[in-house]
């Protein structure tokens, strides 16, 4: 576990990773970057497996909105959002071909709180532009403002679990 397009990571590297993706059809990869500048670059001469889903990182309103775009502009399958941790409101997001939200708060002994409103608020925008809407974890701090273990805080949203994932079988799934 590690990001696939560390500034460290040469090309030719990631190439052979995603050779060996190629061939082994009968698997769906998630990768996951916070470097999607490089991952844009990248997809730019090199077509990414249909069995490949490509996602950024994004904790709050500074890392958000460029790299939501730039992922935007990479031609995939699946394109996700891990928004974990949930840092602070992220206000509307413009989630144009983006297929999958993920959520979650921040867990470990330095957790800072995340709100229910800012879970409710990016759920409601899923819902309002038809992405699939996972919610993982309220990680170390629960939705009522508790601190204590991820595990005791659980994962319910309003009383739910959201366990959406995309529907691959609908043709919007490649466009940029």
């Known amino acids: 576990m590690s990001d696939l397009f560390h500034e460290e990571i040469p090309e030719s590297y990631i ?5 060996i993706i190629k061939n082994a059809p009968q698997h769906t990869l998630q990768i996951l970057t916070k470097r999607v ?3 844009e670059q990248f997809f730019k001469s090199y077509e990414a497996p249909k069995i490949s889903w490509l ?11 460029p790299g939501i775009n730039n992922l ?3 031609k995939a399958t699946i394109r996700f959002l891990s928004i974990e ?3 602070e409101d992220l206000g509307n997001l413009d989630l144009t071909n983006i ?3 993920i959520v979650g708060g921040e867990s470990g002994p330095k957790a800072r709180p995340m709100k229910s409103a800012w879970v409710e608020r990016i759920k409601q925008q899923c819902e309002d532009q038809n992405i699939s809407f996972f919610f993982k974890q309220w990680g170390g701090w629960g939705a009522d403002g508790i601190k204590r273990s991820k595990k005791a805080n659980g994962r319910l949203l309003l009383g739910l679990t ?3 994932m995309p529907d691959l079988l609908r043709p919007s799934y490649v466009t940029c």
């Open 37 to 39: 500048e490089k991952m």
């Open 15 to 19: 190439r052979q990773v995603f050779e």
């Open 72 to 74: 935007r502009r990479v």
């Open 162 to 164: 959201w366990d959406s």
């Open 85 to 87: 941790p949930l840092l």
């Open 55 to 65: 996602g950024v990182s994004v904790e709050n309103k500074k890392h958000g909105g």
């Open 99 to 101: 297929h999958w939200i």
